[in-house]
């Protein structure tokens, strides 16, 4: 207990109401497996998006981030690609991934073949279908732009971790005529998303699309302990205000102090 | 099976907890501290390694392109000539051969030719691509900026604002109310939207630590 | 007549790349010179140094790469002018892989040229990039020797007179991050949150509203946001230290109060077109009720 830092009792305390509420819902998804979420148009739009690829037979593009493995939202993205790719191999339309980051190309790999072999067509997959492309940022944007000039896909998926290059891929692609569905945690990059795609997933949908597309009652359950838990902290947002505005109670505010 | 999934399930849970728990005990604790630290170092090395794996794709991919002379061969040319050169010269500067002083600068300013192909080929190449980004801007705003209804028309003035007040011709009118937007709403938004996507990110990182998620081993079903 | 303004609502984005081109490329050859006001979150990072004195040690962390260096080198360069003049000493290294090789040497190339006075080792060291990211921070935080064995030409710390002044960046008195990216946020999270150590950071204007964040939460005692950030420091570089003005004037420099001007005239344009947009719009949405 000496060597417990005692400045992080709040982040503990809020770690563990996490865990346990999640914990709980998991549980109860699995009792329950009618647990509601509400509708989220991106991704309800992702079967629009294929199947338009499918009818002009053109291809699906889908830019699973810049970032490695090790960003949540990269694990995020590559849940939503493996219900893509379960999408295009159902309709047998043409999917094309390119990456940035190595770790993420081996990931994405893994993803899409084991999506084309779960909807029973692996004669469908080939290894050109996940392509690794550069470890520059602009070189990889112009590289998937030039991708998206030439080739037209009639849909693009940029899901993940974007920086600069995000508002380049999506004018290139809303300029090429694709329907475009975008969704990153990147707080920065959001505006561009929102202004250049057709629909945007906003931070913790895209965090949501996997269980929301899978149904799966654990990862349901997930998502509804965190917004239990989103819940609490903006209580404790209001009652802080509160009783700072009043001056009761100071160590309410020392609690949730940094040091 | 222990190898496709019970193996990488085990080492994401450790790999997983250990950090979350090193991060509530003070330096002192090396028993928890030292694997912490270890398993971040490792990142650094795999990673590493990973880039190898990039290489050798992108090599296979484009030799194809060349054997089969499929449209646009001989751009594969040029990148796989491209990458052969930047990586020769960026090793001999590395290992110092042949007198390089390394991948910077000779002492006396001179680029060595590691830096003078990113100085004069890859700095030019990347500030060119960025410098799009205004271009394309300009013609986002010009398409999205509509008063087509009520949240549209609060983005348009707001950009209007914020636009105006961070040049001197409408700094004196809006500067204020531009900082203002700025720390306030702006600073309020994005508080919201770091803490959902913070509890997002630990509501996936709890899955994925639990095996709950596992689409990143490229397996669908999560139970 | 209503048509022919509604059919400017699909006009050619080429026209709008050209007016952009010429609006940035014309201030840049004739330029205007536009006055520049300091803001708050600016003026608190000079300020800081201002207290600052012979002996005191600022980190710079180079966390940029080439494509950001049109917003970011003048600030960083502004950053070093200010600390250079007020015999402050400076550790620059930089955790983003471009940062390391081209921004953090060619900036102090640059300034160091306008103070021969300075001795490298002993006013300034060059530690170079390491990768690692937030791990890397975390060592340097305690020991610098830890993530950096040797600066950018391999000489040991043991062997740099600076080093020996301050062996963690925890013991500095300012660390500041001219950042594209997270970077900026991790210096705000990790160093300040975990260690205490002021944190300022430069970073491009697109990232600038998010930084607002952590400035309100005071993670950070400032904020220089974009090519305005960094013209406003030059503003008070050029005013308070008056010996940096030939450096300015020289008109190959490429100076944040330069790039103000185009910015002025691209913004105006954007917003020209903005209102056409609209004009057009409500023109086509007329017409739409007429018929």
Request: with cysteine; aromatic share 10%; proline share 5%.
């Amino acid at each position: 207990m000496a060597y417990f830092d005692i400045s992080r009792v709040n982040a503990l305390t809020l770690f563990i109401f996490f865990c346990i509420v999640v914990i709980l819902f998991i549980e109860k998804a699995r009792a329950d497996r009618n647990l509601y979420i509400r509708r989220i148009a991106g991704l309800n739009a992702i079967d629009e998006a294929v199947g338009r690829a499918t009818e002009l037979g053109k291809k699906v593009l889908y830019i699973p981030g810049i970032m490695s493995i090790d960003e949540n939202q990269t694990i995020a993205s590559l849940a939503v690609l493996a219900h893509v790719a379960r999408m295009t191999a159902r309709y047998a339309t043409d999917l094309d991934v390119p990456n940035k980051d190595p770790l993420t190309f081996a990931s994405a790999r893994e993803t899409v073949k084991e999506a084309y072999t779960l909807e029973g067509r692996p004669d469908l997959y080939q290894e050109s279908m996940v392509h690794y492309v550069t470890y520059d940022q602009f070189a990889f944007t112009a590289a998937v732009s030039g991708i998206m000039v030439r080739e037209r896909p009639a849909a693009n998926f940029l899901i993940g971790s974007f920086y600069a290059e995000s508002l380049l891929l999506a004018e290139t692609g809303q300029a090429s005529g694709a329907i475009q569905i975008a969704g990153t945690a990147e707080v920065a990059q959001l505006p561009f998303f929102v202004c250049a795609c057709d629909y945007t997933l906003i931070g913790e949908e895209l965090y949501a699309a996997g269980a929301y597309l899978s149904r799966q009652p654990a990862m349901l359950g997930s998502i509804k302990g965190q917004d239990w838990t989103k819940a609490a902290v903006g209580a404790a947002i209001i009652l802080g205000v509160l009783l700072e505005s009043l001056h009761l109670f100071p160590g309410f505010k020392a609690f949730f102090s940094i040091q | 099976m222990f190898l496709r999934l019970r193996l990488p399930l085990l080492l994401t849970l450790l790999a997983g907890l250990v950090p979350v728990v090193a991060f509530f005990f003070k330096d002192e604790a090396r028993a928890v501290k030292a694997p912490a630290s270890w398993l971040e170092q490792d990142m650094i090395i795999v990673a590493g390694f990973a880039l190898l794996l990039g290489v050798v794709n992108v090599v296979q991919s484009n030799m194809k392109k060349i054997e089969r002379r499929d449209k646009g061969w001989f751009f594969a040319v040029v990148l796989l000539g491209g990458m052969a050169v930047t990586g020769l010269v960026g090793a001999l500067g590395a290992f110092r051969i042949g007198g390089l002083p390394g991948i910077g600068n000779y002492p006396d300013g001179r680029p060595t030719p590691f830096a003078w192909c990113a100085n004069y080929l890859f700095t030019p190449l990347q500030a060119t691509m960025f410098s799009l980004l205004a271009f394309y801007i300009a013609s986002a705003a010009f398409r999205a900026f509509r008063v087509r209804n009520v949240a549209a028309t609060i983005l348009l003035v707001a950009a209007v604002v914020v636009m105006l007040g961070r040049i001197p011709v409408g700094e004196g009118v809006f500067g204020r109310f531009t900082e203002w937007l700025m720390q306030i709403p702006n600073g309020a938004a994005q508080r919201g939207i770091i803490i959902g996507a913070a509890l997002g990110a630990a509501s996936l990182s709890l899955r994925v630590i639990l095996g709950i998620e596992r689409s990143y081993l490229g397996l669908d079903k999560g139970e | 007549m209503a048509k022919g303004i509604a059919k400017l609502q699909t006009i050619d984005r080429r026209w709008i790349f050209l007016l952009i081109a010429l609006g940035t490329l014309i201030p840049i050859v004739l330029p205007i010179g536009f006055p520049v006001t300091i803001t708050p979150p600016v003026k608190s990072i000079y300020d800081l140094i201002e207290t600052f004195g012979p002996g005191d040690v600022v980190i710079l962390s180079y966390d940029y790469g080439p494509t950001t260096g049109a917003e970011n080198d003048p600030m960083a360069d502004a950053i070093l002018r200010h600390c250079f003049s007020r015999d402050v000493k400076v550790v620059a290294l930089a955790l983003y892989p471009l940062g390391g090789l081209t921004s953090l040497s060619n900036s102090l190339n640059r300034v160091t040229a306008e103070f021969p006075e300075l001795e490298y080792g002993v006013d300034y060291v060059n530690l170079g990039y390491k990768d690692g990211g937030q791990a890397s921070m975390k060592l340097l935080a305690d020991d610098f020797a830890k993530a950096f064995p040797g600066d950018t030409n391999g000489r040991p710390l043991a062997e740099i007179p600076l080093m020996q002044q301050i062996k963690g960046a925890r013991e500095a008195k300012l660390a500041v991050s001219i950042a594209t990216g997270i970077i900026g946020e991790w210096w705000a999270n990790l160093i300040n949150a975990q260690f205490g150590l002021p944190v300022a950071v430069g970073c491009t204007a697109v990232s600038a509203p998010k930084y607002y964040a952590y400035l309100e939460a005071k993670q950070m005692i400032g904020l220089i946001g974009g090519l305005k950030g960094a013209s406003e420091y030059e503003r008070m570089v050029k005013e308070g230290y008056p010996a940096t003005r030939e450096a300015y004037a020289n008109p190959l420099l490429q100076t944040a109060s330069k790039g103000m001007d185009a910015q002025t005239i691209d913004h105006l344009i954007v917003i020209a077109f903005i209102v056409i947009g609209n004009i057009a719009y409500f023109a086509s949405r007329r017409g739409k009720g007429q018929a």
